[in-house]
């Protein structure tokens, strides 16, 4: 199945940090989508995106969805141990459907 | 509100046996249903996704199979299980129609799948 490229695969990082990860794709997408999934658990949406160039803030997280439609990206300010997850970028091809494309995941560890 | 419940959390089955993994959605009607795979340390893979009761779309071919008996009920099966079939397995929902505004998927809790 058809999934999009996220980077960083993994990302270690220290208490208080800034994290940045993206989200990239061949094919423009309509909607885009950021979940966390916290460990054993189902991915929960953070932050949606409508909009080219639209830039979106969710307390820490920020998430912009890129003018060429076919990017976007998600920063998280001051990290927190319980910012550890995997973190999933997701979008919508189509108008006529409500199918969603995951990207491949970005796993976070914060160390205090 | 809609909650969505998926059991068991856990399971653990021997190859070539059968599984049975069942999701209801509450506080809603007619949702789109979806079943997704999570292998370890993986991306989630869409198994199958469903518009309506008996309406089942499969993404991936594949070992398994699913259904829609009622409106608010998703199966997943396998009559026989295979070591590959080990993973996360999540269902989703979300309302027909609203993908356009991105409201995306509400996913239940997950079922740890260990064949063995």
């Known amino acids: 199945g058809q999934q999009l490229n ?20 061949s094919s423009i997408f309509n909607t885009w989508l950021w979940y966390k999934q916290d460990p054993g658990e189902g991915p929960v949406l953070l932050i949606a995106l409508y909009k080219a160039g639209e830039l979106t803030s969710n307390g820490r997280l920020t998430a912009q969805f890129g003018i060429t439609r076919k990017d976007s990206f998600l920063n998280i300010s001051a990290s927190i141990p319980s910012d550890v997850g995997i973190y999933f970028c997701a ?11 995951f990207g491949t995941g970005t796993r976070l560890q914060v160390f205090p | 509100s809609q909650t969505i419940h998926q059991w068991p959390a856990t399971l653990v089955q021997p190859v070539g046996s059968p599984l049975s993994l069942e ?15 999570q292998a370890a340390g993986r991306g989630l ?11 089942i779309s499969s993404e991936v071919p594949q ?7 009622q409106d608010r009920q998703f199966i997943l099966s396998s009559k026989k ?9 999540l269902c989703a929902w979300s309302v027909p129609g609203q993908g356009t505004r991105g409201y995306g998927y509400t996913f239940g809790s997950g079922t740890r799948l260990t064949v063995v």
């Open chain 2, 63 to 69: 070992n398994l199979s699913a259904s829609r008996p």
């Open chain 1, 6 to 25: 996220q980077s960083p695969q993994s990302m270690f990082i220290q208490e208080g940090e800034d994290v940045s990860m993206n989200c990239t794709s």
């Open chain 1, 91 to 101: 979008g919508q091809l189509g108008y006529n459907t409500d199918k969603l494309i």
């Open chain 2, 81 to 89: 299980l295979l070591l590959s079939d080990s993973g996360f397995y």
């Open chain 2, 45 to 55: 893979q869409l198994l199958f996704y469903s518009v309506g009761i008996g309406q």
């Open chain 2, 23 to 37: 999701c209801t959605v509450e506080g809603t009607s007619n949702p789109n249903l979806y079943w997704y795979r």
